[in-house]
Each structure stands twice: as C-alpha cells, then as structure tokens.
Nanobody, 125 residues
C-alpha cells in the first residue's frame, strides 16, 4: 500500500523560510504526480504546487509563485517544498498528495489518491 508521510513545518516569523518534506513508499508507478495542498481554518483545501515524478515538471498556484519551490529526489522517493518569504496568510495545515492518474497539471483535490497526515505551518506577523 502506498504511504505518503510529511515532515517539516512549524512556527516562523513573516519573511522567514521553512522546508517541507514528503516521503512516498509502496508500489508506485513510473508516471505519477505529487503535490502540496493547504487548508486554513474555515477555508477549503487549496492547491499549492505539484511536480511530475518522471520528468520533474512543476506547477504553482499564483499566490506562491516566486516564493515556493517544489522539487523531488527520485533516489530518496522524497518530495520537498522550500517556502521562502513566508507571509501570515500562508498559515495553514499543509498536506502532501500523490496522484496516479488521471490528473491535471494543477492537481485537483478529487484527483488525489493518497494524502499525508498534514503538517502545521504558522507564520507570525
């Protein structure tokens, strides 16, 4: 069974940086996508970024472009999200996601096959 496990997150001041990691294990395929979603209190879960595992194509929500970078290490079966210039409005629970298809470049929540447990990111002003 496929598992995705996040790590990282925490409390940081506005303008600071954090890095999230997500390890995937189990029977994967040669072609799949992974990504990050986030959910703030009282709001719906929203797409943040995605990466295709085989080719490393990346896609970002407009509100993180230029600040967040998604990457993956195929040898370690791990995806990362480097988050710079963090803002208080980035405060949310961040979820790792894996989609085995069909899926869009900008992942939709209903295309996700496996979710991580979520990790809290809090940005203080």
């Amino acid at each position: 069974q496929v598992q995705v496990v996040e790590s990282g997150g925490g409390l940081v001041q506005a303008g600071g940086s954090l890095r999230l990691s997500c390890a995937i294990s189990g029977p994967t395929r040669s072609s799949f996508a992974m990504g990050w979603f986030r959910q703030a209190p009282g709001k719906e879960r929203e797409f943040v970024a995605a990466i295709t595992w085989s080719r490393g194509r990346t896609f970002y929500a407009d509100f993180v472009k230029g600040r967040f970078t998604i990457s993956r290490d195929n040898a370690k079966n791990t995806m990362y999200q480097q988050m710079n210039s963090l803002k208080p409005e980035d405060t949310a629970v961040y979820y790792c996601a894996a989609a085995f298809g069909p899926y869009s470049d900008y992942l939709k929540a209903d295309e996700v096959d496996y979710w991580g447990q979520g990790t809290q990111v809090t940005v203080s002003s």
